[in-house]
């Protein structure tokens, strides 16, 4: 793929085990002596069956000069320098940056440079393209506690919009989540965008796993529809405080036999992800659009001892935005989709900034195959409405809601999401400003390495379904 | 309160017996043509009198500063379901699917138009004027006949009815045809003939598929006074509607999506018959769509097709004002190696004269040229720019409130937190 030759470097992101202790999950409980040593809090099994092999592809030492740099945490720089080398951000300034002999130089004058767009909300792989039932892995929608299911189980490593998404969007990370038939969807994945032959080969290294939970009209239709609870919101509610009871007590007895040994509890795979997420080491990615659920969903939280990282498609956040704010809970918006249903029927094009101008952490999404090619444009129409209503946000402050702010709702802030010295090198270089309709990415980079490049067709990936198709290779 | 007071203000200036002129804006005609600076528009009785460059103000007209905005005529919609739908997620609202009636082509969307939804406020604010209205396929894949109206503050919407014939043949008909395109084709060739000869329909029984009712609803079709829009998005698909014309040569064909079209555009060039393309989709959602690319509408126009841009391949929802960015993204086009775009005039005629012009309407909407229904939008910015939004929007000449329940909520939300009395109180 690369012809260059340079300082190639592969990152060593080996994805952390982050359990192993001597006991597995094939510990043989029957045999277990009341006296077995403790495994250890958090090791009493694997945590990381399917571990990350994902590898960054080689890049070259590059400067980026005489752009304009939106730094992804609210920083802004004229005239900015940025430096790429071994798979990281290596330093961020302004034109008197100093750069390093062996260098690739890419004049930036007129154009744009920002970190790859982070999608916290994305159904490339479980919904691919095409659409057609045999591929349709997105709700298990056979119960609605379905916490024992794992997105990355269902994502196809094929799907073509990946590219789409990368060439248009400049996405370079992206969480890919189960449906919202269910209270408990399942376990969510954060891929980089690379294809890979198998999806390991695409999750985000070190990346904490997440938990889709569903709030309102869906899991009530889908179920009530089948004559069986939930069929209402307070059943909804009802069924996932059941759930998290036993998750309590589920995790009452690993933290026994983690601490003080003895019999090993009897495993199940959905109690698991819900152990994981009171323990804190998975995140809750709550689709709620209505506050009034939202504010029914933080107390619920409340009561079993968790955190709401983020609301998703959370068109009413701006009428509690102080609330999320007092609550830490981030909130994952469209720009102005509105009235496609109930639930819907009250979404204005202020909320990301109602939020941001309350404090509250907000961020874009897209749930869109198409979307997820546009982030940028649906900030700069979030934008622009923030400002006709009033409120004083800078460019440089909207393109937190692309970057560092869905970075911290997948628990990878330290690692991407903005152009920080140390960083993965996961970096946007646009034709233009970013906030105009009439621009595009001319390249991107991922851990350093030249993903695409409009200027070359050999940078265009191509999946395996469109090999051999019509359109195959053409620009999209 | 405030805002009722608006309302009346703006809807006792009758634009009728009236003439506006709009000065000193950036006016785009809307017919393909480049922006014009420092233009004049003229409105007289509800319609355009002239715009462009060097056009005297007519004595007794009320002027318009519009010094540093832009004019443009209204968005026209080529696939809407305004009117007719809420909320696609509420059924109860859904006036567009009528799977369990035994009419298909006779189904007559026109009198169940209901213009005070929240959807038709929101987007006429955002700068849509006019909409195809656009029922859903149900017994049969004829989805019935659409109506073109006005996004208007009125209760008068229905600018024509039965404006147009909707079928779909692609995938989507296979469901309403009994499971196959070929059963489609069947189908259609069999109503056509019926509507030749209405004699040849069945009475009206669970077995007719085609009730007299139908047939006679298609007569104009065949005759060549109601045009047809098919949608049909893969190659295969598009050839075979046309060569309806070889056995109906009075049709007056549209393609709708035609995604695949690109890949035939001579031959639908040859046909000379307009397409109301897909925006911007460029995934192989279906099998259908294999080689959708984004290019497709600026491909099409380039071998001279009357092509206008339609939201039929977006996400449902009510959002026919986002076709002024994905006119903006045809413009984005022409930047990248390979790509087909579109330059500004010709992208926002995607959007607006094309459109009419697809179901021979362009000499009543859709451009700002003399005589045409006064549909204009003043924009604090270019209008097909993410940051742009309309500060006027006038409708057969009339100045329409700038208001709607998401201005509403806007307003009231503004702060979210409670004041001395709950937010139900604040209005």
């Known amino acids: 793929m690369f012809n260059k030759i340079g300082a190639v470097v592969a990152l060593s992101v080996l994805a952390p085990v982050l359990a192993l202790g001597g006991c597995t999950q094939s510990a043989p409980a029957k045999t277990a002596s009341s006296d077995a040593p403790a495994p250890g809090k958090g090791k009493g099994f694997n945590h990381d069956p399917f571990p990350s092999t994902y590898r960054a592809y080689p890049g070259v030492p590059t400067a980026i000069v005489h752009a304009t740099i939106y730094d992804g945490e609210g920083g802004r720089i004229e005239n900015g320098t940025v430096l790429l080398a071994d798979g990281k951000v290596t330093a961020v300034g302004g034109a008197d940056l100093a750069i390093p002999g062996g260098t690739a130089v890419i004049d930036g004058a007129g154009k744009w440079v920002t970190p790859g767009v982070i999608d916290v909300h994305s159904h490339l792989g479980d919904y691919p393209s095409p659409g057609v039932k045999a591929l349709s892995d997105g709700n298990e929608a056979t119960g609605p506690v379905t916490a024992d299911v794992w997105a990355e189980h269902s994502v196809w490593p094929q799907d073509p919009g990946f590219s789409r998404a990368l060439a248009n969007g400049g996405i370079t990370t992206l969480q890919i989540l189960p449906g919202s038939a269910n209270l408990f969807g399942g376990r969510s994945i954060t891929l980089k965008n690379v294809y890979a032959r198998t999806t390991q080969g695409m999750k985000f290294p070190g990346a904490p796993y997440g938990l889709k939970m569903a709030c309102g009209e869906n899991p009530k239709r889908v179920y009530g529809s089948k004559g069986r609870e939930p069929s209402t919101r307070m059943g909804n509610i009802a069924v996932d405080r059941q759930t998290w009871m036993k998750a309590v007590e589920y995790k009452r007895k690993w933290d026994k036999y983690e601490e003080k040994g003895g019999e090993a509890p009897t495993r199940d795979v959905g109690m698991d992800t819900l152990m994981g997420v009171l323990n804190g080491e998975i995140l809750v990615h709550n689709h709620c659009y209505r506050a009034d659920e939202m504010a029914n969903v933080i107390d619920m939280s409340k009561e079993f001892g968790y955190h709401v990282t983020a609301f998703h498609h959370a068109v009413e956040a701006y009428k509690i935005a102080d609330l999320l704010k007092a609550n830490g809970v981030c909130a994952a918006v469209w720009a102005d989709w509105y009235g496609f249903k109930m639930e819907s029927y009250d979404g204005i094009p202020e909320n990301l900034a109602i939020l941001a101008n309350a404090g509250a952490c907000a961020m874009i999404h897209s749930d869109d195959a198409n979307g997820i090619q546009r982030l940028n444009q649906e900030v700069a129409k979030a934008l622009a409405a923030g400002r006709r209503a009033g409120f004083n946000i800078s460019d440089e402050l909207a393109w937190t809601w692309l970057a560092i702010n869905p970075a911290k709702a997948l628990g990878i802030a330290d690692k991407t999401g903005s152009l920080k010295p140390g960083k993965m090198a996961d970096v946007v270089l646009w034709n233009g400003n970013p906030f105009s309709v009439y621009t595009r990415p001319e390249r991107v980079w991922i851990d350093g390495a030249l993903l695409y490049d409009a200027n070359n067709p050999k940078l265009r990936p191509v999946s395996d379904f469109e090999l051999g198709q019509p359109g195959e290779g053409d620009v999209k | ?427």
């Open chain 2, 1 to 427: 309160m405030k805002a009722a007071l608006l309302i009346a203000a703006l809807l006792s200036t009758s634009a009728f017996a009236e003439t506006i002129a709009i000065t000193g804006a950036t006016v785009a005609i809307g017919d393909g043509s480049q922006p014009i600076t420092n233009g004049i528009v003229i409105i007289r009785d509800g319609r355009i009198a002239a715009a462009g460059a060097g056009i005297a103000v007519p004595a007794g007209a009320r002027t318009i500063d519009a010094q540093g905005k832009w004019v443009s005529p209204g968005i026209v919609a080529g696939v809407s379901t305004l009117g007719i739908v809420d909320g696609y997620g509420m059924g109860e609202t859904n006036d567009a699917s009528s799977d369990k009636s035994p009419f298909s082509a006779a189904i007559d969307v026109s009198p169940a138009i209901n213009s005070e939804g929240q959807g038709i406020a929101t987007e006429r604010g955002r700068g849509v004027t006019r909409v195809f209205v656009i029922p859903a396929a149900g017994n049969t894949m004829f989805a019935g006949q659409g109506a073109v109206i006005d996004l208007g503050a009125d209760l008068d919407p229905v600018t024509r009815p039965r404006a147009f014939q909707y079928v779909e043949l692609g995938e989507d008909s296979a469901d309403h045809a009994g499971g196959s395109r070929t059963a489609a084709h069947v189908l259609l060739h069999a109503a056509l003939a019926a509507a030749a000869n209405p004699a040849l329909a069945g009475e009206l029984s669970k077995d007719a598929l085609i009730t007299r009712q139908d047939a006679l609803a298609l007569g104009p079709v065949i005759r060549g006074t109601m045009p047809l829009l098919v949608h049909a998005e893969r190659v295969a698909d598009i050839k075979a509607v046309l060569a309806l014309k070889a056995q109906y040569p009075k049709i007056k064909l549209v393609l709708v999506g035609a995604t695949e079209g690109w890949r035939i555009a001579g031959q639908i060039a040859a046909a000379n018959v307009p397409v109301i393309a897909a925006s911007i989709t460029d995934l192989p959602e279906k099998f259908e769509l294999l080689s959708a690319t984004q290019s497709n509408v600026g491909r099409l126009t380039k071998a001279g097709i009357v092509t206008a841009m339609s939201n039929i391949d977006m996400s449902e929802g009510p959002y026919e004002s986002h076709l002024t960015q994905y006119a903006g993204n045809l413009v984005a086009l022409t930047r990248i190696p390979g790509a087909t775009g579109l330059d500004w005039g010709a992208a926002l005629a995607t959007i607006t004269s094309k459109p009419a012009a697809a179901i021979g309407m362009d000499g009543e909407i859709g451009s700002l040229r003399a005589g045409r229904r006064a549909d204009v939008v003043i924009w604090d910015g270019d209008p097909l720019e993410l940051a742009s939004n309309p500060v006027a929007v006038f409708i057969d000449g009339v100045a329409q409130p700038m208001i709607s329940r998401q201005t509403r909520l806007r307003d009231r939300y503004l702060d979210p937190r409670e004041k001395a009395l709950p937010k139900a109180y604040e209005r």
